[in-house]
């Protein structure tokens, strides 16, 4: 067995390419006048549960499992599990909505009571004698009522805001989940 020569090699390579490339030439030409077409066949669904269809294959893979009434008890407690967490997110946003507005009550109640009382204390300390200290003490207590009347309607209006966001949020969940079913 003898070796090519290197040079040889690259000769025979060259006219190979050459004829290939002749060849191809009337290939192109050919192929130009058919034409090639493929086609992709694509199938989705939205939602927790599939077609008819596809429930019958994941049927026909192991009739014994009944894998169609898996899924779709599947699906039924997914979305009972949307409902009762829907259900306790709307409970805690209600008891968390009655304790602020206890609370806010509560501290509007001793807001208006530390109010009279450094009302009351500056007037009676005006009557006594020192009109300067009782203007300020008086003063105090009216500013400190209408600071807690201020800031808690500015309260009040940030919670209804808040109020109105969660309950958009959970209006899109639901928009989701019909979307989904």
Known sequence: MSEPHPEKASE?????????????????S?????RISASVKVAGFAG???????LEQYNNIDPS???????ISMAEKEQAHRHEMQTKLVDAQ?????????????????????????????????ILGSAIAGTFIGSAGVVGLVSVFVLERRDQQNDQRLLSLDSSD?????EDERSIS
């Open 65 to 71: 499992i009944n894998a169609a009434d898996r899924i």
């Open 12 to 28: 025979e390579v060259d006219s190979d390419i050459l004829g290939e490339e002749e060849k191809g030439h009337s290939t192109d």
């Open 94 to 126: 209600i008891t968390d909505f009655k304790q602020s507005r206890t609370e806010r009550r509560i501290g509007q109640i001793f807001g208006f009571s530390i109010g009279v009382v450094s009302i009351v204390a500056g007037s009676l300390t005006a």
């Open 170 to 174: 959970i209006e899109d969940d639901e």
């Open 30 to 34: 050919q192929l130009s006048r058919s």
């Open 48 to 54: 927790p549960i599939p077609p008819p269809s596809v």
